[in-house]
């Protein structure tokens, strides 16, 4: 009797405490539950995602992102894919409801018997659970919820729409988040080029994505390929043969290309600016913008390299200024060991700079770079010339500011590596330019950057030139002057005189100022013609057609052809003082290109949203319906503001700057091309413009703290050669042709010493283009050469002057 009584107890005990665990469980589920986020969420998966850009010819060329993700569906993802990841991670997937007691268990096993974590115990379900809808708090409630969670979803989605969900998600590593963007990161492929190899690779990284890591270390990699691999055949996924052979095959690592490379940084930079001011930060970084920009990556990158190696080219015209510095004789082996640490096993490639550090040498230099023995042909250090290998104990000199360059051992020297042979690094002497560049290139029919370069290394300095240094264009403004007087009467064979003058004013302190303006080589020429004078740059012709079409007049003029800087409005303003960008001035010179029609820069044509709906577009057809609500018409319309025969006109005498004047290097594009040079004063700038009729292109040089940029160092010397590098590869695949001739444009004999008219068969003569109407009627011979006397301009009635 009393056993029964106490077996009734015991039962009793029993049902009780059951019921109050399961009354406990129940309320736990019931408060918990309430307060978890809704898995309906889900069905609008919406992570973040990458913005990229694109070139003209759909590379891409940046990608903006705060978690790399490429949402892929699971029509794309390859069986074998998605049985590596389930074999590796959740075995029962397709059979379980969301969690799985008995995997937990066995992995719990697994893990106490490897001595760690090679199994996780959390089904594919849950961890999706806990990626998307819970924080990362590692609390036992965490868990409670991740399993509610994890039973909902099943009961919610497919199983395909939780791998979807699943292999989007997860982080594999280095920045990448899903499949698709881990596939590129470590094998540069798309998922549907990988093999199984590869597959079991990805696969083995969800539970230490670093320590794990293809790039950092292969063997623990390989180590959980080899698991997973097993784990496949024994879920039957793939025969024991498959798995021998995919782990017998070579895997190749292959790390992303860096899309923002050094060519287009200064371009994509001022992309990424635009479309944070217009979308906010947020937006940029997360919300999957598609742009498509105007740059053509051909060109852009012959752009970085013609800005590039034109500073280089002046810099050593400038002079060595010695070595980066000299390292006492107990440091030199620490900095090559700390060097060799660096470089690892692989020597460093070739068009890499490096320090270099003196050994010895004569005529060639002796140098140690890490492990690597290394020498400078004297071919190299021609520019630093003569250079003397002295005693450690020498100061260091550098022909920039001394008779000879002196090298004492243990120098830190600057190098490129042009190769290697025997294991002997085959080096040049190299230098970083202080002098900073520019260009830009756009098609001036449609107003479409082609290219921009900010400077010489975005890396060292994002401020970008091209559209940001205001600097003064020097004779550059020419054109645009000269344009505003043939607007005013003159013509192309209207006669100047060049001499000298003297302009007085009053200064602020009551004292008389003077001003001389000069030309370049400090000369005067006598009488000109209107083509002479602006072919050869005469700054004293361009003074006095300034100050005879009046200055209001010009600044006016000037800013319709789209310069919208600040303008100064004196005489000096035909001299090129007043500040502009070199955008300014290719979007101006577009106008003479285009016809005397002006049109915007852009240099995005198009935004969409990750969805595809367009947002921005140069192109009217995008939006058939009409620009609807957060969309817009980027391109802004043509406008005409010079007549197309003052257009042609001036471009015909650009012409004659490139094949008579100041822009004769030009000459070697072999092709019609019309062109423009500028210098300031002072040398602070050089400048040099021009165009062909499908391109137009702005070289610009200058320190970036204004100072001179050496003797000699003009637009045609300093700014020149990157403009005709550039050129030359730019148009090589383009058709030459002439520049279109207005049919009201007429042609006439002239004789060069009178701007008349001269006889067909004469010797001097040369044939001039005129406007309608413009044209001198009487013949030289029939008039007395003019005299010195004739001050200013001079007066022929029916040249076409006033």
Known sequence: MQMRTIFKAFVLTGVALALAGFGAALGAYLYVSSSLPKVDTLADYRPPVITKVYSDDGAVIAEYYRERRILVPVSRIPDQLIEAFVAAEDASFFEHQGIDLISIFRAALKNIKAGGIVQGGSTITQQVAKSLLLTPEKKFSRKFKEAILAWRMEKKLSKEGILYLYLNQIYLGHGAYGVQAAAENYFSKNIEELTLAECAMLAGLPQAPSRYSPYRNIEGATERQKYVLGRMVQEGFISSAAAQAALSEEIQIHPRINTNSAATAYFTEQVRRYLEDAYGEEKLYTAGLEVHTSMDLTLQETAHRAVRENLIDHDRRRGYRGPLRVLGPGEVENFLSQQAHEFGSSPPAEGQLVEAVLTGGAADLEVRVGAWQGRIGAGSTRWAAPVKVVAADRPATGNAKSRETRLPLGSVLLARVEGSKDGVLNLSLAQEPLAQGAMVSLDPKTGLVRAMVGGYDFQKSQFNRAIQAKRQPGSAIKPLIYAAALDKGYTPASMILDNPLIYREMGEAGRENEWKPQNYEEKFHGLTTFRQALAHSRNVVTVKILEDIGVGYAVNYVRKLGIHSPLNRDLTLALGSSVLTPMELAKAYAVF?????????????????????????????????????????????????????????????????????????????????????????????????????????????????????????????????????????????????????????IFRPIDPETGLLAPEDSSKMHIEAFAPGTAPTRYSMDERRPRAEDFFKIDLEDSGLR
């Not at 005409?640 to 490139?658: D, G, K």
């Open 593 to 745: 290109a285009n016809g005397g029609v002006r049109t915007t820069p852009s240099y995005i044509t198009r935004i969409a949203d990750r969805d595809g709906r367009i947002l921005e577009s140069i192109d009217p057809g995008d939006f058939p319906g009409g620009v609807g609500s957060g969309q817009r018409l980027l391109r802004a319309s043509p406008v005409r503001v010079i007549s197309q025969e003052t257009a042609y006109l001036i471009t015909n005498l650009m012409e004659s700057v490139a094949r008579d004047g100041t822009g004769w290097r030009a000459k070697a594009l072999g092709r019609p091309v019309a062109v423009k040079t500028g210098t300031t004063n002072d040398l602070k700038d050089a400048w040099f413009v021009g165009f062909v009729p499908q391109l137009v292109t702005v070289s610009w040089v200058g320190y970036d703290q204004e100072r001179p940029l050496g003797r000699n160092e003009t637009g045609s010397k300093a700014a020149a050669p990157a403009w005709v590098a550039f050129m030359k590869d730019a148009v090589k695949d383009i058709p030459a042709r002439e520049f279109a001739v207005p049919d009201s444009i």
